[in-house]
């Protein structure tokens, strides 16, 4: 075989002018994953002030680092929002208005911000009062996953509130693959969630979770997978979980009138599909192993075994 | 204790000589994980242009840079392949002919590359069909981990096809360590794949897929584990999935003559280890959870809640 | 809306003074997380020679190489525990003594090193012999994150024993984000051990863990959720597993008395909340899976297709 680069280009070329749908070579600018990482980075170090920099910054420091973090963060983020609403523009928006409306919602975000800060200590203390292995509340912020991701979720809900599309989901997107964690912008999420260990716990978009509710790994709060798909969008599709809630390992909640009642519990790795009233223990007929001693000769799955 | 800073390291010089198998000093160049990591990303840039660098790219730009970037990543990826082939040569090569062999299958490789495209066309068209949060393709390629995914696993295919040996896996497992989805590059995958969510999910190395197949967060498609271990190597010991099969979180498929037949429906949490026929419904017997008021006094398990 | 620069920044000033606990202007410095995962990668370097480095280590450079490195990871990391103990000082321990503590525990901890290598062989074996995907142990060091995460878990666990606070766990939760493998560094872990593709799986701080165990994907060793949180620390909570146990994907094991006896088999799914006798064989009553044709009326859940 003896293709060129010339060809190898050609070849590309042809490939990028014939299938449609995955380049983007003369259309409206993207926002860009990159940028919008650093930008969320930042976020972080404005919400966790002294928690991220690698040495710890004094009282007297504070008001100029902070306002010069503010200053660089508008900026940037300003334009990443301006590129998705000229990408998705919100219903109703004039294309002028654009610019106007970027620097806003830009604002108007920013000084939101105080008012998640209120929120994530309440998701901090729910951490380290619900788990035994945490040291302190400065480990739990250090070291534990799930802060950064909730912070990440409980930022990108304020740009989804206002239709600013693409850019919350690339945000929690980028959480997802650093906690394992999977939050959608659109959930709303009340006071002092935890979610232990993180990995593998999706929450969907349309999901309601009261306050003080307890997730654990592996977790799913999903929809149906109704024939429709995209005609779906918009609905109600994922449940609905009522204060003071926990789930445990593996456990599957389907569906968007699903409710599970204040004060439930659910053990892990059940599947269920339909509402439990308040005060419900939900556990698997499964929760009855089967234990055989592997000499038995009736063992089912014998080539189950290492 | 008053050790030396060349006492600790005649006592690592010792270890090193006296536990052999996972240190490499003196042998082949293994290939580099951080090398291929680099390369792997230029191969999304030349597969998606236009999506992962800061700023949009022209028409009028992209003859010059895809042939510049082509140019780069088949020198580098060259070198790793050659690295791959010397430690591991494929059945029948001689040591002699292992550079032009390595050259050649990375022409081969780049060749292949526009039918990856057109794979990978149908795999965006399944995501943003199948899922009513996601708001437009442009948002499923940007923000969606499953993307990256399925790209870097049809690229490695390309090359675990070749028996190119360590370089394909390395690629996959930068993927899984992204995204939480681990895709074998052995794997054989149809169009419009999907898996939604992403974490947790594992495809083994001799899974068989059709086409228009959608899984979802923690599923298992994975082997016996039966005595024999590296016996095993080669043999097809993971699931068989035919056209059109939705398979729900956390469900688990096992073993090589495990066929799901085409149009089925495997619920969560299901744990099957043999075929079902075209066109079934598989749920589990949990279906049926318990739900118990928590105030009963019979509830087995009440040191369970919270 | 019409806030400055000035106005957010004194709204989030306010913030920080009114809100406490999860910032950290004046305090002790905390360990730094990013300096920590440098340390970590360093570490690693010492414990697989040859594996991280760009290129080929040859035996002339190694006791030069070895002993610069060690230096240089000597002064760090000294650094990070002295933070740590003056953040959480070792009961008993007075805080003139901790720069002299920090010194000697550094020294003690990189001593201890070639004995974690020699665990970390058993592990690379266990690997490899238990993974007929596996080609070569250095496939194994190179691609599987099942190696990177156990080497941090023994780095940690080494640390944790001398009951360094912070740090041991911001080491296995950077370990945490890359292979979805969630080690506490208090869980002690017997010779040859092997989690299979990781995502998801769980081992908690007070788990026990025997010789030869293989744990697959999403497998949970966990603690109930009792009343209590904070009152339960230090409690053994998390189960024992005895040697030769092998627990298949999914399967969640509760509980500090719940003790898999040796040899036993647990399958995917399971929710075991007791103990089982030696060579027991766990299966869900869920093996009995329904079967169902779609087109039978009689199907329970029929919006439960896609």
Same mark, same amino acid.
């Given at each position: 075989m003896n293709v060129t680069?010339?060809?190898l280009t050609n070849e590309f $070329?042809?490939?990028? !002018? *014939?299938v449609g749908g995955i380049n983007h070579l003369d259309g409206k600018n993207l926002p860009s994953k990159r940028e919008i990482a650093v930008i969320t980075v930042d976020l972080l170090r404005l919400l966790f002030p002294g928690y991220f920099a690698e040495e710890v910054m004094h009282l007297s420091q504070v008001k100029t680092e902070t306002a010069t973090l503010i200053e660089s963060v508008l900026v940037r983020l300003e334009g990443q929002i301006r590129r998705s609403l000229e990408y998705v523009p919100p219903p109703g928006a004039k294309k002028k208005d654009l610019p106007g409306l970027a620097r806003q919602w830009t604002l108007e975000f920013l000084a939101s911000l105080p008012n998640v800060r209120d929120l994530l200590c309440t998701d901090v203390e729910a951490a380290y009062n619900g788990d035994p292995a945490a040291l302190s509340k400065e480990e739990v912020i250090l070291a534990y996953p799930f802060v950064e991701a909730i912070a990440v979720q409980r930022l990108a /809900?304020? $740009? /989804? *509130? @206002?239709?600013?599309a693409l850019l919350p989901r690339i945000m929690t997107e980028w959480a997802h693959s650093r906690s394992g964690l999977d939050l959608h912008p659109g959930a709303r999420i009340g006071t002092h969630f935890f979610v232990d260990h993180c990995t593998g716990t999706v929450v969907g978009e349309t999901t309601d979770i009261g306050s003080h509710v307890k997730l654990y790994q592996g977790v799913g709060l999903v929809a149906r997978? $109704?024939?429709?798909?995209? !005609?779906? *969008?918009?609905? @109600? *599709?994922?449940?609905t979980l009522e204060d003071r809630v926990t789930i445990y390992a593996g456990a599957t909640i389907m569906g968007g009138d699903t409710v599970i009642g204040a004060g439930s519990t659910v053990g892990a790795n059940v599947f269920l599909t339909h509402s439990v009233p308040a005060n419900s223990l939900v556990i698997s007929e499964d929760a009855k192993v089967k234990v055989m001693p592997k000499t038995d000769r009736n063992v089912p799955i014998l080539d189950f075994q290492i």
């Amino acid at each position: 075989m003896n293709v060129t680069v010339t060809q190898l280009t050609n070849e590309f $070329l042809d490939s990028y !002018a *014939r299938v449609g749908g995955i380049n983007h070579l003369d259309g409206k600018n993207l926002p860009s994953k990159r940028e919008i990482a650093v930008i969320t980075v930042d976020l972080l170090r404005l919400l966790f002030p002294g928690y991220f920099a690698e040495e710890v910054m004094h009282l007297s420091q504070v008001k100029t680092e902070t306002a010069t973090l503010i200053e660089s963060v508008l900026v940037r983020l300003e334009g990443q929002i301006r590129r998705s609403l000229e990408y998705v523009p919100p219903p109703g928006a004039k294309k002028k208005d654009l610019p106007g409306l970027a620097r806003q919602w830009t604002l108007e975000f920013l000084a939101s911000l105080p008012n998640v800060r209120d929120l994530l200590c309440t998701d901090v203390e729910a951490a380290y009062n619900g788990d035994p292995a945490a040291l302190s509340k400065e480990e739990v912020i250090l070291a534990y996953p799930f802060v950064e991701a909730i912070a990440v979720q409980r930022l990108a /809900h304020e $740009l /989804h *509130r @206002k239709q600013v599309a693409l850019l919350p989901r690339i945000m929690t997107e980028w959480a997802h693959s650093r906690s394992g964690l999977d939050l959608h912008p659109g959930a709303r999420i009340g006071t002092h969630f935890f979610v232990d260990h993180c990995t593998g716990t999706v929450v969907g978009e349309t999901t309601d979770i009261g306050s003080h509710v307890k997730l654990y790994q592996g977790v799913g709060l999903v929809a149906r997978s $109704l024939a429709g798909g995209q !005609a779906l *969008r918009g609905q @109600k *599709r994922h449940p609905t979980l009522e204060d003071r809630v926990t789930i445990y390992a593996g456990a599957t909640i389907m569906g968007g009138d699903t409710v599970i009642g204040a004060g439930s519990t659910v053990g892990a790795n059940v599947f269920l599909t339909h509402s439990v009233p308040a005060n419900s223990l939900v556990i698997s007929e499964d929760a009855k192993v089967k234990v055989m001693p592997k000499t038995d000769r009736n063992v089912p799955i014998l080539d189950f075994q290492i």
